[in-house]
T-cell receptor, first 114, second 112 residues
Framework: DAGVIQSPRHEVTEMGQEVTLRCKPI?????LFWYRQTMMRGLELLIY????????DSGMPEDRFSAKMPNASFSTLKIQPSEPRDSAVYFC????????????FGPGTRLLVL | GNSVTQMEGPVTLSEEAFLTINCTYT??????LFWYVQYPGEGLQLLLK?????DKGSNKGFEATYRKETTSFHLEKGSVQVSDSAVYFC???????????FGKGTTLSVSS
């Protein structure tokens, strides 16, 4: 299995630009998670999908952030407009079921907003 | 609320030394507990887990025992290798089973 696939691996953009991060979960997994990792705040859950439906988006920082999962094999996290404080590593993870199941993480997207 | 506290790093050890990374938690009830490891440039991988009090999780020579009396889940390994150099995260699953709460992570550096 290819594991969780994220793209791009690195993104450098200027403040105000739109950023779209992509994730392909492991085939057959029905839960998908987006996390953000920073030195100051550590790992934070942004949003959790189950069977393509957003279940918990309480971690999404503000309206500039949005996430979609149009089908079982693809999800996007969009930031519009981006700000320097959004600079972080964004991880996507998937699991077979609920949180009780092991989560498999992708390699992450390192985002730098100038 | 739920929270996880890990010892501050970095932890620097010589090969074959004994490792302990402390982890304590605050939570309602008895949550499932996890250790994840992040190697440089990679995502997190589950290292081990324990789902109830007194359970011991183990994998790749690492162990951690769920201690409800001390609300702790310390990670140990008897003899570390250079390849164990990574960031280690302690985490708990909230009572509703809807969120993994991570600690800040502890960086381990092992030299030969």
């Amino acid at each position: 299995d290819a594991g969780v696939i994220q793209s791009p691996r690195h993104e450098v953009t200027e403040m105000g630009q739109e950023v779209t991060l992509r994730c392909k979960p492991i085939s057959g997994h029905n839960s998908l998670f987006w996390y953000r990792q920073t030195m100051m705040r550590g790992l934070e859950l942004l949003i959790y999908f189950n069977n393509n439906v957003p279940i918990d988006d309480s971690g999404m920082p503000e309206d500039r952030f949005s996430a979609k999962m149009p089908n079982a094999s693809f999800s996007t996290l969009k930031i519009q407009p981006s700000e320097p404080r959004d600079s972080a590593v964004y991880f996507c993870a998937s699991s077979l079921g609920t949180y009780q199941e092991t989560q498999y993480f992708g390699p992450g997207t390192r985002l730098l907003v100038l | 609320g739920n929270s996880v506290t890990q010892m501050e790093g970095p932890v620097t050890l010589s090969e074959e030394a004994f490792l302990t990374i402390n982890c304590t938690y605050t939570a309602t009830g008895y949550p499932s507990l996890f250790w994840y490891v992040q190697y440089p440039g990679e995502g997190l991988q589950l290292l081990l887990k324990a789902t109830k009090a007194d359970d011991k999780g183990s994998n790749k020579g690492f162990e951690a025992t769920y201690r409800k009396e001390t609300t702790s889940f310390h990670l140990e390994k008897g003899s570390v290798q250079v390849s164990d150099s990574a960031v280690y995260f302690c985490a708990l699953l909230n009572q509703a089973g809807t969120a993994l709460i991570f600690g800040k992570g502890t960086t381990l550096s092992v030299s030969s």
